[in-house]
């Protein structure tokens, strides 16, 4: 005869076993967690009333939006959370899943699943099974998402009446794989498990000790040295700061106060911007190629005669290395050292900064000259590139990011910038982004480039912003394609009273890479009226046709409340930005397109891409 956990434990540990749907609310709230985006369903149900007590469970517009609200999460607050119901639900998060994994986030996709009660032979709601098939298939959703390289795992029940089951444990395990790892886990949760009890855990202390930092690599001190070595001898050394120090602030802000204590100028790259302030002296900008306009370009070309490059991408991205046209100087340059950041949270790196720390601080790295008289030449730079603007110029992505640096440096807070991909995205490389509370002021997906994220970001953002109590101005910017793709979103700005202000660049067509005429390049109506639509979400639509207008709707929507303002954006080569310029003569070149071959060899100086 089988005996129960009571009978075979005893009374006491009997009654220590707590839920599990208890001990995930808890587990979440130890990585940091404070709030879940999803939306309901019936095989969530119960999971959902676990986790409200002690966590706030957010509506969102649809299961995508909550995953792109979900890594958003994971920028700011270190771990994302998205609740889902079974397959109907955690299929269509798969695009959400796709930019974590590209991106490098660690997000938990938490979806309900059938009870273990309840698998039999017979098709369950909600389960992919076409009505020939001679089979169910239970496991479309976990299948899908470790096609995408994801760890995923539906929780276990109990096994034996006299031992409990270990599906909290298991959770701890998924969550650990994602925190330390950075990477998205996806976890499904029978629902007949939730409200049975679960083997007690023991938690680590705090999030360090269950990362138990232990570098088993030496060598360390060779590489600094060699590091110092190179420094010494250079006379405009130059550090090159990569996106995979996005998540690691700590050492991040390390490389900075080294930079600072010995004058060394440093730049970051495309993926990374955002994550330094421009303002500082010492910083010379985003740095890619032929497609940059950091005001840092001159010392990054001419100048820099040793480069310590740092936390860059291991596989170099076409987007991020100047689209393979061979301009990117810091790829390029004869005396460089790369710390890419091999080990477990860039320990490596670490290591080797904790010796130059300790070695510099006794013997100071002579201050280099040409360095020097670039650095305190940048306020001149800076005046020079900031051309006069004229009040009654129109708008177009050609001036847009220079109003929105004359308007940023009027306001009390500068602005965190969300820029939708298309050429939204590419103008906004132009901004000057400035340091703030958050620690980051550009959000986008560069390497992925999922188009419509940027107000399910921005719903994240603004939640964080308020859980810090921060006031910070958010300005998303879109074009009206991106923007159509999520507008749904609105209704839970509306709800959280969001602090909002929304550049809609309006031509009316997906533009961005356009090579025809045919009716998919179309993506709006003459007719829509945007400020209509805002004014339903309880927000103000303005319409702004000069760079004065602009400027003083700025200054005004900064102040607080959900804002849209339509900027009628023409599509004529000399209106778009430089950026976008280039990069459409890109996306002809790699099609064949004979006009843009001739424009892309001509503007990297090739004859033949190499």
Same mark, same amino acid.
């Given at each position: 005869m089988t005996s129960s956990i009571q009978e075979n434990f005893g009374l006491q540990y009997h009654n220590s076993l707590p839920q599990l749907g208890h001990s995930i609310a808890e587990l979440l709230q130890f990585f940091g967690a404070n709030r879940v985006y999803g939306v309901g369903g019936d095989f969530v149900a119960n999971l959902i009333n676990?986790?409200?007590s002690t966590l706030a469970v957010l509506p969102s517009s649809n299961e995508m939006h909550a995953g792109f609200s979900a890594c958003a999460q994971a920028e700011v607050a270190g771990l994302g959370v998205c609740l889902m119901t079974y397959t109907v639900g955690s299929l269509p998060c798969i695009s959400a899943a796709a930019l974590a994994r590209t991106e490098g986030l660690p997000v938990i996709f938490l979806s309900g699943a059938p009870g273990e009660n309840e698998i039999a032979q017979h098709a369950l709601h909600h389960t992919v099974h076409p009505h020939s098939?001679?089979?169910?298939?239970?496991?479309?959703?976990l299948n899908a998402f470790k096609a995408l390289g994801i760890r995923a795992e539906r929780l276990q029940g109990q096994r034996h009446t006299g031992q409990p089951n270990i599906a909290a444990e298991q959770c701890l395990s998924l969550l650990s794989h994602a925190y330390i790892n950075r990477q998205p886990v996806y976890i499904e949760i029978p629902r007949d498990l939730v409200n049975l009890a679960t083997q007690a855990l023991s938690l680590p202390a705090n999030l360090d000790a269950l990362l138990a930092p232990r570098l088993n690599l030496t060598g360390a001190e060779f590489i600094a040295a060699e590091i110092i070595e190179k420094l010494a001898h250079s006379s405009a050394p130059l550090l090159f700061l990569g996106e995979k120090l996005r998540l690691n602030p700590a050492l991040l802000a390390s490389l900075v106060q080294l930079c600072k204590r010995h004058q060394i100028p440093y730049a970051v790259t495309w993926f990374a911007k955002g994550m330094v302030d421009e303002a500082?002296?010492?910083?010379?900008?985003?740095?890619?190629?032929?497609?940059?306009?950091?005001?840092?370009?001159?010392?990054?070309?001419?100048?820099a005669d040793y480069v310590l490059e740092i936390g860059t991408s291991i596989f170099p991205s076409d987007t991020n290395n100047a689209f393979g046209s061979q301009t990117h100087a810091i790829d390029n340059h004869p005396n460089k050292t790369m710390l890419k950041g091999t080990a477990m949270w860039e320990q490596d790196i670490l290591a080797v900064i904790s010796i130059l720390d300790t070695i510099t601080q006794l013997t100071p790295i002579p201050r280099s000259q040409p360095a020097s008289d670039f650095i305190n030449n940048k306020p001149a730079l800076i005046d020079e590139n900031r051309q006069r603007l004229e009040p009654l110029e129109p708008l177009s992505y050609a001036n847009l990011a220079?109003?929105?640096n004359a308007a940023q440096i009027t306001l009390p807070r500068p602005y965190i910038f969300i820029p939708e991909v298309g050429n939204a995205f590419f103008a906004s490389f132009e901004l000057e982004t400035l340091g703030n509370q958050l620690g980051r002021s550009f959000f986008a997906n560069p390497w992925y480039a999922a188009m419509g994220t940027s107000l399910p970001y921005a719903r994240a953002i603004a939640d964080e912003l308020q859980w810090q109590q921060c006031q910070q101005p958010i300005l998303v910017i879109t074009g009206d394609g991106g923007?159509?793709? &999520? /507008?749904?979103?609105l209704i839970n700005l509306q709800k959280q009273n969001a602090n909002i202000t929304i550049l809609y660049m309006r031509n009316n067509v997906f533009h961005l890479g356009k090579a025809g005429n045919a009716p998919i390049y179309h993506c709006n109506h003459q007719g829509f009226d945007p400020k209509i639509l805002i004014q339903a979400y309880g927000g103000v639509g303005h319409v702004c046709q000069t760079i004065t207008e602009l400027l003083d709707t700025l200054k005004r929507t900064?102040?607080?409340?959900?804002?849209?303002?339509?900027?009628?954006?023409?599509?004529?080569?000399?209106? &778009? /930005?430089?950026?976008?310029?280039?990069?459409?003569?890109?996306?002809g070149f790699k099609n064949g397109d004979p006009t843009a071959m001739r424009q892309w060899q001509s503007l990297c100086g090739n004859s033949q891409e190499k």
């Open positions: 676990s986790l409200e098939a001679w089979h169910t298939d239970l496991n479309a959703a500082d002296a010492l910083c010379l900008g985003c740095y890619n190629g032929v497609f940059s306009h950091t005001i840092g370009k001159i010392y990054i070309e001419t100048m220079k109003v929105i923007f159509n793709f &999520q /507008s749904n979103e900064a102040t607080g409340g959900l804002h849209l303002i339509e900027i009628n954006t023409p599509i004529a080569l000399e209106q &778009q /930005s430089e950026i976008s310029r280039k990069l459409n003569s890109y996306i």
